[in-house]
């Protein structure tokens, strides 16, 4: 898990209140299992830390609509990152948690925020060190913008055009307490 995010400013808008939020959550599932015929192929990977519950919830979806229990698990990007030589602390490793046998697996990386790119990238290359998935897939809560690299997501909650300058909070309450949101802020 990396470092916790600065708060949001007091004067952060919602974009997401929890009902928008598990709205969201529900579409993706469904669309999960649309697109994915084979669901007992299917593992959700999420991406620390935020990406980690998004996965165990739309892996409880899946089960809920379907009645197929699908894998949910977590990779560690930190070792992995390009910006690694920016940070004067090493970021901390997180446990990886992957299937046995990749080569036969759809993986949907899971995340809170796509921005760059890079952490998704990131996040492909720690899967291949563990092996070849038959293929990956990508689903993400807030869809910002910003792409440093050819990268995409499959899955998308919220498309939410940003500036530079703003910045997209996403908060859980398993993971930060309160409720669930997704704050847009200024720098």
Do not use: W
Not at 47 to 73: C, D, H, K, M, Y
Not at 101 to 112: F, G, H, N, P, R
């Amino acid at each position: 898990m990396n470092p916790a995010p600065t708060p949001p400013s007091a004067g952060a808008s919602v974009i997401l209140d929890a009902a928008a939020i598990e709205r969201a959550l529900r579409r993706i599932a469904h669309e999960i299992i649309e697109r994915n015929p084979d669901l007992a192929t299917v593992a959700l990977i999420g991406i620390p830390s935020r990406g980690v519950e998004i996965a165990q919830r739309l892996a409880a979806l899946i089960t809920q609509f379907s009645g197929v229990s699908v894998f949910a698990g977590v990779v560690d990007v930190a070792m992995h990152r390009d910006d690694l030589h920016r940070h004067r602390i090493p970021p901390r490793v997180e446990r990886t948690i992957l299937p046995e046998a990749l080569e036969e697996k759809t993986i949907v990386l899971t995340d809170d925020v796509l921005f760059s790119g890079r952490t998704c990238r990131a996040a492909m290359d720690s899967i291949s060190s563990f092996g070849r998935p038959a293929r990956i897939q990508y689903a993400v809560l807030v869809d910002r913008g910003h792409r440093e690299l050819p990268i995409r997501a499959d899955y998308v909650g919220k498309n939410l055009p940003t500036a530079l300058d703003e910045r997209v909070h996403v908060r859980f309450a398993a993971t930060d307490g309160g409720e669930d949101a997704v704050l847009m802020s200024r720098t």
